[in-house]
């Protein structure tokens, strides 16, 4: 089609489109019920399994909880049971095991609770055995060469960490599983397990620091608290691009002569449509008892966030998954189009994720807040100390652990984090920090030097002296640390597994420095001075830093193939083995998925450039030509050499992109990545220069693809 009417048409339903409201939930008096009275209606939380289990069944799971110890047969069944009847209570016909494979999003496989008795008659029974365990077929998903077919049987196994909860479909409910998938001989073959491994490990590590700093704190958990990044655009629109259809962005498009200059979108009133949407897709969370805190206008057009209010690492990464598939799921009854790519429109913001985290005792006390005390002062150093430490040492693993082709686009480009990991501190604990690093309080009783360095004043003064440096990729914020160059569409399990790796890691060393017989200033000094480097409050965007990093010797990754080699090191070889949290093998696995994933990501869009150069841009601009030659007078003459022009480049362009794509190698998915990387990506990109050159001096009423005026601004 190479008219405009299919666009006419969008722009009419997209700005007749009514807004949808959904009535409240309100109590037995009428009275609007609140969000407190409503929230985790659809989980089976403690507190109700306090309520319906037996208490010694539920001291037990309690204990596992607290302790990891292993759930036995007996208390399985009982919670099995337990769950069985409140599901069949709330309307549940089924059962499934929910795991995050290797693709970044979730699975699942449903069995109905169907069941017969002695005498063949149908009943609904869930035991133990099922709930602990369910055998998907592993064949189908990614391994990176972990297993091959003939041996494919994989097993899913219940995180009694994570709730289970009710998942609502059109007409029925299935109780749902969170669960880790591994492989026939124990391989982890999943996100969750390296995550559950990694928050084993820290925990193990920071007790054992604070057993040598003299406070006994119990369990100690990660924290996170993702805030999503997204963009909503009318789904008449997106129907009509098959670039976002198929890749999730657009491929091409010229520049809106808005844009974001105005920066008038960010914290802006959100639009009624929009809001309609966040309400609905918020009441759906809290039912799932997702901690939906704070919604707002992000900074591009069209372009919004939800933060939710921070937990356990394992369950913020399923949360996670929940708040992306319920926003896609809610947005399209509003018609709304969910894009959660990290560059969905060029030229405008992209969309991330800011992992915010910390560490987190049992009796709810968080290590990296600035005490009140000298003692808790101390604590707070070595556990800031570690951090940087870790993040400093393997700042090329958490690199390659936010790498995918989506994030390459919006690395380093407006208001997103630059490809490389630094850390930002502040002003106020920069200074700290230095005093500690020059020795000036080295002789000090701690006591003393905690009052000659201010960090008493800390607690006050952090939160609101770490500004917004944007640019930064690793920020402190007061009691937590940002973890920014996550991308928007990607799972938080596995750059939350590294950064735990990194800092168990910066742990053990001070650790092993105060067992060595260093006070704990001294192990915090050597610490922050190992670790120097990273430290950067400047502005991340800039030429400058990027030659200032190199000289710093860290690490500089532009691209995702470069970015995932730090995956196929010894040095990351080590550090996940030595912390338990995935073996060699394991680890190649996820080096190997990445660079497939990529790969595929790369050709993927390249077909669709391909397509949409050739049935719409072209016949546009073909049309245009028609339209044009012959009629009579100067002005008809130079509209005509300017559309040839823009032709000649799309043809020349397009020509060049073939002869890239002729070159693929026959080689192993690095090399292939290489090449993908150097020469087809920079084709891609010019290809759709030269088209978004026609775009601007095509007959509007002759451009068939909807442009992104239309969608960033006109969504009802
Ligand atoms: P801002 O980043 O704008 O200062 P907040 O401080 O409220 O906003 O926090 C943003 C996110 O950080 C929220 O998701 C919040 O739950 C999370 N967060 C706050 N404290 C912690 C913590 N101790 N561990 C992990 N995440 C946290
Ligand atoms: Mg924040």
């Known amino acids: 089609m190479s008219d405009a009417s299919a666009r006419r048409l969008a722009l009419t339903t ?203 704190v119990g369990r100690i958990t990660p924290t996170v608290g993702p805030e999503q990044e997204y963009f909503v655009i009318d789904k008449a629109w997106a129907a009509l691009r098959p670039d976002l259809m198929v890749a999730g962005r657009t491929v091409l498009g010229a520049a809106a002569p808005k844009g974001q200059s105005l920066e008038d979108h960010y914290f802006g009133s959100i639009p009624p449509r929009v809001l309609a949407f966040m309400e609905e897709m918020e009441e759906e969370l809290y039912a799932l008892g997702v901690w939906a805190k704070t919604r707002h206008n992000e900074v591009a057009p069209g372009q919004f966030e939800l933060a939710p209010i921070f937990t356990e690492a394992n369950v913020a990464a399923d949360h996670n998954q929940l708040v992306m598939q319920t926003m896609r799921k809610v947005a399209d009854r509003h018609g709304l189009a969910m894009l959660m790519h990290e560059k969905p429109f060029a030229g405008v913001n992209g969309s991330g994720k800011h992992v915010n985290w910390s560490m987190q005792t049992s009796t709810g006390e968080n290590l990296l807040e600035p005490g009140q005390n000298p003692q808790e002062n101390l604590r707070f150093l070595a556990f800031m100390a570690a951090t940087v430490l870790g993040v400093h040492r393997h700042a090329g693993v958490l690199r390659a652990a936010i790498a995918s082709h989506g994030n390459d686009f919006r690395l380093g480009a407006n208001e997103a984090p630059p490809a490389i990991i630094s850390v930002f501190l502040g002003d106020f604990l920069t200074r700290i920090v230095d005093g500690i690093v020059s020795g000036s309080v080295a002789n000090l009783p701690a006591g003393q030097a905690m009052i000659e360095l201010g960090v008493n004043r800390l607690p006050a003064i952090a939160k609101d002296n770490t500004d917004r440096n944007r640019t930064s990729p690793f920020a402190f914020t007061g009691n937590k640390f940002e973890f920014r160059a996550v991308g928007s569409s990607a799972s938080i399990s596995f750059p939350t597994a590294c950064l735990n790796a990194a800092v168990t890691d910066g742990i053990d060393e001070i650790v092993a420095m105060m067992e060595g017989g260093d006070d704990v200033m001294t192990a915090v000094r050597k610490a922050l001075t190992e670790s120097a480097p990273v430290r950067f409050d400047g502005n991340g965007y800039s030429s400058e830093w990027v030659v200032e990093a190199e000289r710093r010797g860290l690490p500089h990754a532009r691209n995702t193939p470069a970015a995932l080699a730090f995956l196929n090191t010894n040095a990351a070889r080590t550090l996940f083995e030595r912390t338990h949290i995935l073996s060699h093998e394991e680890l190649h696995s996820r080096y190997d998925v990445r660079l497939e994933l990529y790969n595929k990501k790369v050709e993927i869009e390249g077909d669709v450039l391909r397509e949409l150069v050739d049935t719409y841009v072209i016949p546009s601009v073909l049309a245009e030509i028609q339209a044009t030659s012959g009629v009579p007078g100067s002005l008809a003459q130079a509209r005509l050499s300017a559309v040839q022009d823009a032709a000649d480049g799309i043809l020349a362009r397009r020509t060049e992109l073939d002869a890239a794509l002729a070159g693929v190698p026959d080689a192993g998915p690095a090399d292939v990545a290489a090449y993908l990387c150097s020469a087809v990506v920079p084709a891609h990109h010019a290809l759709r220069r030269a088209s978004d050159t026609a775009e601007k001096l095509v007959a509007d009423h002759r451009w068939s693809l909807p442009k992104y005026r239309e969608m960033l601004f006109v969504n009802g």
Not at 64 to 76: F, K, Q
Request: charge should be neutral.
């Open 14 to 216: 997209a700005t007749s489109r009514p807004t949808r409201t959904i009535a409240r939930q309100v109590d037995a008096d009428g009275r609007p019920q609140r969000v407190s009275q409503t929230f985790g209606a659809r989980v089976f939380h403690g507190e109700r399994m306090k309520q319906r289990l037996p208490p010694e069944i539920f001291a037990r799971w309690s204990e596992t909880v607290e302790r990891g110890t292993r759930l036995d047969r007996p208390v399985a069944d009982a919670i099995a049971h337990a769950v069985k009847e409140w599901a069949l209570e709330n309307g549940a016909s089924h059962f499934c095991h929910w795991f995050h494979p290797m693709t970044g999003s979730t699975a699942e496989k449903h069995d109905s609770f169907l069941w017969f008795d002695g005498a063949g008659r149908p009943v609904e029974k869930f035991t133990g055995a099922m709930l602990l365990q369910s055998e998907p077929d592993a064949s189908s998903f990614p391994s990176g060469g972990m297993r091959s077919t003939f041996e494919a049987r994989g097993y899913t196994a219940w995180d009694p960490t994570s709730p289970m909860f009710l998942m609502d479909g059109p007409s029925g409910r299935t109780l749902v599983i969170p669960s880790a998938f591994l492989g026939y001989h124990g391989e982890s073959l999943d996100e969750k397990a390296p995550l559950l491994r990694s928050m084993e490990s820290l925990g193990r590590s920071a007790g054992k620091l604070c057993g040598l700093l003299g406070s006994a």
